[in-house]
């Protein structure tokens, strides 16, 4: 689905009108009417309009992840398969874990070391490292959902402004280390000449990359070819499949 039908699909999901909506958001009719029709592509309102519909902001902006996420409230009927489970604090690492939890590790950026093969089989170059103290309290059947093991994903903190307003800096996501090709518009970790970057992909004729974000006023394109990817040592670290949002 492009913009303007996950829009329609998230308004109809929370059962409101486009009056109601536009209301909520603090905008005119006519802009949701547009929005949907297709004659705006995107907007500045999308964060305000995604939790006015209970749906997660990355999936209306871009279609990444899924339509609600298990932190989400409801503003209607939830989505058919969904299945609540208990609560349970995400930055709980103390607490021995239920069955149905899993920790994830961080990734993290040090200069000083040497890179490391994990078990899921991807190679952390030089400068980056999973972390032995920092990790979160995760939901297995999220995992179980996306067909992902533990050991395959990891999470990764967002830093700086590139990637709001859906991902302000201090958000964390969770990628799947198993999923390194570019599928276009989706988002990915990378590690990116000693930085651990949160970013866009789109592939490019030749098997060039480029990366982008959402705050791309003052974070435009970065178009790399393969030879320029190589030598800036780009490295695709993982497909982000979950994110929690710090405001």
């Known amino acids: 689905m492009n913009y303007s039908e996950r829009l329609k699909a998230a308004r109809k999901q929370a059962g409101l009108t486009q009056?109601?909506?536009?209301?909520?958001?603090?905008?005119d009719q006519t802009s949701i009417s547009?929005?949907?029709?297709?004659?705006?592509?995107?907007?500045?309102?999308?964060?305000?309009?995604?939790?006015?519909?209970?749906?997660?902001?990355?999936?209306?902006?871009?279609?990444?992840?899924?339509?609600?996420e298990d932190?989400?409230?409801?503003?209607?009927?939830?989505?058919?398969?969904?299945?609540a489970t208990k609560p349970f604090n995400t930055w709980d690492t103390e607490s021995p874990l239920d069955e149905s939890e899993a920790f994830l590790w961080f990734i993290e950026e040090d200069r000083d070391a040497p890179g490391e093969v994990l078990r899921s089989g991807l190679v952390l170059p030089p400068?980056?490292?999973?972390?032995?103290?920092r990790k979160m309290r995760f939901d297995a059947e999220v995992l179980a959902r996306q067909g992902i093991t533990p050991d395959r994903a990891f999470c990764v903190e967002?830093?700086?402004n590139s990637m709001e307003p859906v991902l302000p800096s201090g958000s964390?996501?969770?990628?799947?280390?198993?999923?390194?090709?570019?599928?276009?518009?989706?988002?990915?970790?990378?590690?990116?000449?000693?930085?651990?970057?949160?970013?866009?992909?789109?592939?490019?004729?030749?098997y060039g990359t480029r990366l982008r974000s959402y705050n791309r006023h003052e974070h435009p394109d970065e178009d790399y070819s393969l030879t320029e990817a190589l030598d800036g040592k780009l490295k695709v670290l993982g497909k982000v499949f979950w994110y929690t949002a710090i405001i």
């Open 19 to 27: 009056a109601e909506l536009a209301r909520q958001v603090g905008i």
């Open 34 to 68: 547009n929005l949907e029709r297709g004659k705006s592509q995107g907007s500045s309102h999308t964060v305000s309009i995604a939790h006015a519909c209970g749906v997660s902001p990355v999936w209306l902006e871009s279609g990444a992840g899924p339509m609600v």
């Open 71 to 83: 932190h989400v409230v409801f503003r209607g009927a939830p989505p058919e398969g969904f299945k």
């Open 127 to 133: 400068g980056f490292v999973v972390s032995k103290t």
């Open 158 to 160: 967002v830093r700086g």
């Open 172 to 206: 964390v996501v969770a990628i799947n280390t198993q999923i390194l090709d570019a599928d276009d518009g989706r988002m990915y970790a990378v590690a990116h000449r000693g930085q651990l970057r949160v970013k866009l992909l789109h592939s490019l004729p030749d």
